[in-house]
């Protein structure tokens, strides 16, 4: 029995026990962080792509949530958890910002497919489904090749791999992204908040 008393916590220390520094206070710098992380892994992509006004805008708030969870961390500096809270807020900030940006596949691509086979099918296909393809004719180390240029929204990749894929299995293809487009033929786009923002043409 007194063994058994000797286990159970003390009822002193476990109302004592402060719930707001230890886990409420961790769990929002958890998530303070996950959300600035995300903001600044987007913010990097909208640089890359030249998007002045949403990279500002996601910057202002980036700062203003580090600062806000930074600000906790130094007034508590004893609390251990509250420092992994952090460091993991960062780590999954990190990649919930890569899948959101994946989600919304902004920006255009450019592929080059090259083949020794007829690509006038391919090239058929591409163009039935208002894709722009530009034919070169080129040498290759195992004699003529075909050249075939596309340019393309990120959102289309795999549906025009699964063509290149259908038609020419065999072709060799590259992938790579572009910075701006000035005209071209793309398929109809939807509108959006983010296309209007966005200063590539349609």
Known sequence: MDFILAQLPDAAATATFDWFAWVILPLLIFLARIVDQSLGTLRIIFVSRSLRKLAAIVGFFESLIWLVAISQIIQNLENWVSFIAFAGGFSMGN??????????????????????????????????????????????????????????????????QNIVLKHNPNAFVSVEDIRSVHEGVFPDPAPSFLSRLNPIRK
């Not at 255009?108 to 039935?128: F, G, K, N, P």
């Not at 208002?130 to 549906?159: C, E, H, M, N, P």
């Open 95 to 160: 990649y919930v910002g890569i899948y959101i940006e994946s989600k919304l596949a902004m920006g255009m691509l450019c592929m080059r497919i090259i083949t020794a086979q007829d690509a006038t099918e391919l090239t058929d296909v591409l163009r039935e489904n208002k894709y722009g393809a530009t034919t070169v004719s080129a040498t290759g180390r195992s004699g003529q090749v075909r050249l075939i240029l596309t340019i393309f929204k990120r959102k289309d990749l795999q549906k025009v």
